[in-house]
């Protein structure tokens, strides 16, 4: 997945405007999205923390806030 830079700028901006379990939820999405290495791409290209991707990751696996 090609990201632009509207593509880049609404990632983040979406990110922001979230908070808590929501937020973690929707940047695992976006790094799904992208493919394998995404988690490391949303971290480079988007400033997006890998820990809290993770946590979102986890928080979808198990169904738990």
Same mark, same amino acid.
């Given at each position: +997945?090609? *990201?632009?830079?509207?593509?880049? %700028? *609404?990632?983040i901006k979406t990110a922001d405007a979230l908070t808590g379990s929501?937020?973690?939820?929707f940047m695992a999405g976006g790094?799904?999205? +992208?493919?394998?290495?995404? %988690?490391?791409?949303?971290?480079?290209?988007?400033?997006?923390?890998?820990?809290?991707?993770?946590?979102? %990751?986890?928080? *979808?696996?198990?169904?738990?806030?």
């Amino acid at each position: +997945m090609e *990201l632009t830079d509207d593509l880049k %700028q *609404l990632f983040i901006k979406t990110a922001d405007a979230l908070t808590g379990s929501a937020r973690h939820v929707f940047m695992a999405g976006g790094a799904h999205v +992208m493919g394998k290495g995404g %988690q490391r791409r949303a971290e480079v290209e988007l400033g997006w923390n890998r820990g809290t991707i993770r946590k979102g %990751q986890h928080e *979808l696996d198990s169904g738990l806030e």
